[in-house]
């Protein structure tokens, strides 16, 4: 069983407390790790790392300096790909190949794409006209905001720290970084990674734990911290807002969606039916950016339900690290037991199951694992609860429609605002629509295709501002700005 440490000013460093926390595979249950919870002087020693840090060696590097460390950081990721792969199968159970093709890499190059992005932003400048005719230049500069507070979510978590941990570093700050408690095992080993590049110590910090009154909550509440970077609940966004206001400190949040897939009848069916399969199911349906509501036009409806049922059908449960597995646990028993209870409730709602809707039957020690079965249903109202609400699980709803008015409005009407994917070969229609849905990132005739230089987030209730290439910059940077006389 792996004993992960909180990893501070460099070291790796157990609680004063002694308290440790246990995490369990999703896998079949069993114990895997036992993990050392931070308490308010863990988390106290993390900021003061960091605050050092970033007025001793890291503050006084250079751009060009700090961006070669970044690099040396993504190639130290690349030569230990199978360590983290490995931890991160450990942590989230998923399939292999979902590591090695998308989570690992991508987790590397948030940290090239960042280090490229500051080398090659120009700064902004403005002449204007004084009464002696003379004329005064303005030009931007930009510093870093300071001690960074990264809070983790579970679903893709070596990807989604990496995302904020790239461009926090690349602007010259430093972090403190809570990792999900589910998921603490890539947190821990990127502090072998930053210290074997020798990034600075006390740059890069993690303090492990849960949220409220725990390692997550001392962080944000923590007045040393000057801005927060949150990716995951809705609602734990409003308790960390609340925390982040003592102080004025900024939050970027990226939080929940409930999001549209939409496919009119003319699409490439076999290309529609293989894209909402991936972003309904990929990941056992734990990622933020998939489609929990499907909306299908009409003549296709029957025929398209019937396609991908016949997907679901088919995916492959099994190990990690089985080759021939294609779909894996949910994250937790906890986890679980929230996406069932949705599944019980389509059914009490009137639902028809067109597929799954309980628990597949696992041989020998995967019984006890957070398996569920991919869920397709059809026949709710959209005021049904698994409608409205978002899941986080491998499930959808589909639903006719007749014409694009009605199918704007329909994946529109919801609180969240997070991302589409439009399926047509009509593309001045998909141009049409994509405007006219209210979310920060839509696809059409793709999912999750991403390209890091673009930007990221969630309208209404799904985040508040844009991460991705320059926008990155808008938040871990303050631009001020200088006025010359001539
Ligand atoms: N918009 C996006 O880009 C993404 C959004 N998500 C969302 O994340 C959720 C799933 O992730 P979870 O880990 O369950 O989310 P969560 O909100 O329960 O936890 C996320 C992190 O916040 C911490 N936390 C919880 N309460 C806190 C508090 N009061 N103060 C400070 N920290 C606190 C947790 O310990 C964890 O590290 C889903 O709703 C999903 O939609 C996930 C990935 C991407
Ligand atoms: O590509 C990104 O930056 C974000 C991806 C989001 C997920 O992978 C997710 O929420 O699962």
């Known amino acids: 069983m792996r004993q992960i440490d909180n990893f501070i000013a460099g070291e790796y460093r157990a609680a004063a407390s002694g308290r440790r926390f246990e995490k369990r595979s999703p896998v079949d249950n069993t114990v895997i790790a036992s993990i050392s919870e931070a308490g308010r002087p863990e988390v106290d020693a993390a900021v003061q790392a960091a ?32 360590d983290f792969v490995e931890a991160e199968m450990a942590d989230t159970g998923q399939p292999s190949h979902v590591m090695r093709h998308v989570f690992i890499p991508r987790g590397a190059a948030n940290f090239k794409v960042f280090a490229d992005v500051v080398k090659n932003v120009p700064t902004e400048a403005f002449q204007m006209a ?170 296709i409806f029957e025929r398209f339900v019937q396609a991908l049922k016949l997907k679901a059908e088919a995916v492959k449960y099994g190990r990690p690290e089985d080759h021939a597995a294609s779909y894996g646990p949910l994250i937790s028993q906890e986890h679980k037991c929230k996406v069932l209870s949705y599944y019980a409730k389509a059914v009490e709602e009137g639902a028809t199951v067109v597929t799954g809707g309980g628990v597949p039957d696992m041989p020998g020690e995967l019984a006890e694992g957070a398996w569920v079965q991919p869920t397709i249903w059809t026949g709710l109202p959209e005021t049904a609860a698994v409608v409205r609400e978002e899941i986080f699980g491998p499930c959808c709803h589909i639903r006719p429609f007749d014409s694009e008015q009605e199918v704007v409005a329909l994946a529109n009407a919801t609180d969240y605002g997070l991302s589409t994917t439009i399926w047509t070969t009509n593309l001045a229609r998909a141009h049409r629509v994509a405007a006219r849905v209210e979310v920060g990132i839509t696809w059409i005739n793709s999912w999750f295709l991403r390209d890091l230089r673009t930007a990221f987030g969630g ?28």
């Not at 529609?272 to 003549?299: H, K």
């Not at 209730?461 to 990155?472: A, D, K, L, N, T």
Request: charged share 20%; proline share 5%; aromatic share 8%.
């Open 51 to 82: 605050r050092a840090a970033l007025h001793g060696e890291w503050g006084g590097l250079t751009t060009d300096q700090r961006v070669e460390l970044l690099y040396g950081v993504a190639n130290e990721i690349t030569r230990r790909f199978e």
């Open 459 to 486: 309208s209404k209730q799904s985040g508040i501002g844009r991460e991705g290439g320059v926008h990155s910059l808008e938040f871990y940077t303050e631009t001020r700005n200088v006025c010359v006389k001539l």
């Open 130 to 299: 004084t009464p002696d005719g003379a004329g005064a230049l303005n030009y931007a500069i930009r510093v870093p905001k300071g001690v960074i507070g990264v809070i983790c979510p579970w679903n893709a978590p070596f990807l989604l720290m990496t995302w904020k941990l790239g461009p926090a570093l690349a602007c010259g700050n430093t972090v403190v970084v809570k990792p999900s408690e589910e998921t603490p095992n890539t947190a821990a080993l990127l502090g072998e990674v930053m210290n074997a590049v020798g990034v600075p110590k006390g740059v890069y910090n993690v303090v492990n734990g849960f949220g409220p009154d725990s390692a997550g909550a001392f962080l944000t509440q923590h007045p040393g911290v000057d801005a927060i970077t949150f990716t995951g609940e809705t609602r734990t966004g409003a308790a960390i807002m609340k925390a982040a206001s003592e102080g004025m400190r900024d939050v970027s949040f990226e939080l929940g969606g409930k999001n549209a897939g939409i496919v009119f009848a003319d699409a490439d069916f076999d290309a529609a039916v293989d894209g909402i399969f991936r972003s309904a199911f990929l990941n056992t349906g734990q990622v933020c950016l998939g489609t929990e509501r499907v909306y299908v036009e009409r003549p």
